[in-house]
């Protein structure tokens, strides 16, 4: 039992590390940009795809390294010619176009990969489980977490301390007060989103590593990731963090006594957050409204 | 009677008859009869989103839910209670648009894109209950079987089942209670406060409207209108599917309701119209019709934010 409670927890806490991967990109663009970016799960899936087609040339690490950057480059195409024109104008719009950009991924990667799922393959020694009696711990799952721990600490550190970040962060509070001090606000939107897409693409290399690719995996990893963007509080990139991690281990801990709820506990959570915190765990007041 | 009351009797007049008439025009045109149902089902939800959307300017992006569960509360009635359409109908609105009003008290303090959001997955729970709960709701195969009804009118009975004509006029029949009531809510003293809420709701709230009860009562309203949309869906297609809760469907609502006009109360019916013959076509010609549908988002927000009667309004008014 003890065992079947740790395998669990430790999914839970490895699915959760995917779904802050996730949020993180997509609360980074909510907040600047007031843009739900719908299509965050299908740039998941491109940089999945870029990862298997470049690995057979560069390798695992190479395809980790590059795909990422690709990903962002192609975010970067999309905000510049789709979402660029929609600043400013009801939320509708950039929610409806981004909708129909999910489409558009999705079933652009069917027409070009095919619908069967693909494998991607990673180093050897980091398919082996540790332990014997840990089998669940395999080395590419320690990987996968230390990437997500690295890769959050950075960002954190890149909005705390660097020229970017602070200015991020002063737009997401007033962003007509940070263009008025003359920053070139479209620029910051444009790279802001690149961030956020890199994450998304980082998620796509790390989850096709463990899981394998499919067209249709990015519809599955947005709801969470709105989830855990409620449960933590908007506005709160500590809080999304927060949020990633706590309906992770909920679902894993819902999958050992009631396997059916696993997904609906998610749901159950964000409701409690809503009716006892409605801003989220760590979200400002005023932030929600 | 001034030139824009009689320009508005025209317009209305046209309609109807269109509507009306559609089973004898739609055939000769490559069209059937079955479409027209489907159209004046969905246009009537889409009509319901922009209920909430285009009068109260509160965007729903889970609206999909309310339409579900009036379609499995409907379902549920005919499969396990009672053998009779107008109960169905009954059960299906009652159970969305209660669900609706009791989440909506819950979500309605959000605005703008967190209200979108929030609703997107709260309707999402639904979705997943539909969609586990198999020993009751069929699961992912759906909530069968089930048939709609004949109608006992007490003198006579109306086979809307096997006959196609006579169950188009019967949705047809509960599409104008549905219109009549909304064309009426909107043009009551409420109906204007929504305007009122849409245009300046901090001015509205100055005014002392109590700006959260309002939109709670439209946001229910709308899951009520929802609901019963969902109900006569199901009756449309003698099942009730998990994926009508879907988010992807909720959002072929809004596009509707974007693509005809938001601002006009009819618009929404002309985008379902577009949507549903244009999904009907696409996806007999192409499997790749999901890329289609998704350009036609992208189109639409792009090219054609006021939708097909905003471009035509502007150009008569030019």
């Known amino acids: 039992m003890t065992q079947l409670l740790l395998f669990n927890v430790t999914n839970g806490l490895i699915i959760g590390a995917f779904y802050v991967l996730m949020a993180l990109g997509l609360s980074l663009i909510l907040n600047l940009s007031n843009v739900i970016n719908f299509a965050h799960g299908g740039f998941l899936v491109i940089g999945g795809y870029i990862a298997y087609t470049i690995t057979p040339y560069v390798g695992f690490w190479g395809a980790l390294l590059i795909a990422p950057p690709l990903t962002a480059v192609i975010g970067l195409a999309v905000e510049r010619v789709l979402i660029r024109p929609l600043y400013g104008r009801d939320p509708l719009y950039s929610l409806l176009l981004t909708f129909g950009l999910a489409f558009i991924i999705e079933d652009g990667t069917r027409f070009i990969w095919g619908a069967q799922g693909k494998p991607v393959t990673i180093p050897a020694f980091l398919a082996q489980p540790l332990s014997y009696e840990f089998f669940f711990i395999t080395g590419y799952r320690l990987f996968m977490v230390a990437v997500v721990l690295f890769t959050v600490a950075l960002l954190f550190l890149l909005l705390r301390y660097t020229r970017l970040g602070i200015r991020i962060r002063a737009g997401t509070l007033d962003l007509e007060t940070v263009s008025a001090l003359g920053v070139n606000v479209r620029a910051l939107r444009s790279l ?98 | 009677m001034s030139g824009e009351q009689a320009r508005k009797l025209t317009v209305l007049v046209a309609i109807w008859a269109l509507l009306l008439l559609a089973p004898y025009w739609m055939p000769p045109l490559g069209g059937y009869t079955a479409l027209g149902t489907r159209v ?45 359409t107008p109960l169905g109908l009954i059960a299906g609105t009652v159970l969305g648009g209660v669900m609706g009003g009791l989440l909506g008290a819950l979500i309605v303090r959000r605005r703008g894109v967190y209200f979108a959001m929030v609703t997107i997955a709260f309707g999402q729970v639904f979705y997943y209950i539909a969609f586990q709960w198999s020993s009751l709701t069929g699961g992912d195969d759906g909530l069968r079987p089930f048939s709609r009804q004949p109608l006992h009118l007490g003198f006579a009975t109306v086979d809307i089942l096997s006959d196609a004509t006579a169950f188009y006029y019967f949705v047809l029949f509960c599409f104008a209670l549905a219109v009549a009531i909304m064309g009426f809510i909107l043009r009551s003293p409420f109906g204007r406060t929504m305007l009122a809420i849409r245009e300046n709701e901090r001015r509205a709230r100055f005014l002392g409207i109590p700006v959260e009860r309002h939109i709670w009562i439209a946001f229910t309203l709308s899951c009520f209108f929802m609901a019963y949309a969902g109900s006569l869906y199901a009756l449309v297609n003698n099942f009730a599917d998990p994926r009508g809760l879907h988010y992807s469907q909720s959002g072929d609502f809004v596009i509707m309701a974007v693509m005809g006009g938001m601002r006009s109360f009819w618009g929404p019916l002309l985008g379902a119209a577009v949507f549903v013959v244009l999904q009907d076509y696409l996806s007999s010609v192409t499997i790749n019709w999901m890329s289609f549908v998704g350009l036609l988002f992208v189109l639409v927000v792009l090219f054609f934010p006021r939708g097909l009667l905003g471009v035509i309004r502007r150009k008569s008014e030019a």
């Open chain 2, 40 to 84: 004046l089902v969905l246009g009537l939800a889409a009509m319901s989103v922009n209920f909430l959307l285009g009068f109260t300017g509160v965007l729903s992006f889970g609206h999909a839910a309310w339409f579900g569960l009036g379609a499995y509360g409907c379902g549920l009635m005919l499969k396990f209670i009672a053998l009779s």
């Open chain 1, 192 to 289: 802001n989103f690149a961030v956020g897409i890199y994450l998304a693409g980082l998620s796509g290399v790390l989850a096709a590593g463990q899981l394998g690719l499919e067209p249709t995996m990015g519809a599955g990893v947005l709801m969470p990731s709105f989830i855990a963007i409620i449960v933590g509080g908007v506005g709160s990139l500590t809080g999304t963090l927060l949020g990633g991690l706590l309906i992770g281990v909920a679902s894993g801990l819902a999958a050992v006594f009631l396997p059916a709820a696993s997904e609906a506990i998610m749901y159950v959570l964000m409701a409690v957050v809503l009716l006892i915190r409605p801003r989220g765990l760590l979200g400002e007041e005023g932030m929600m409204t």
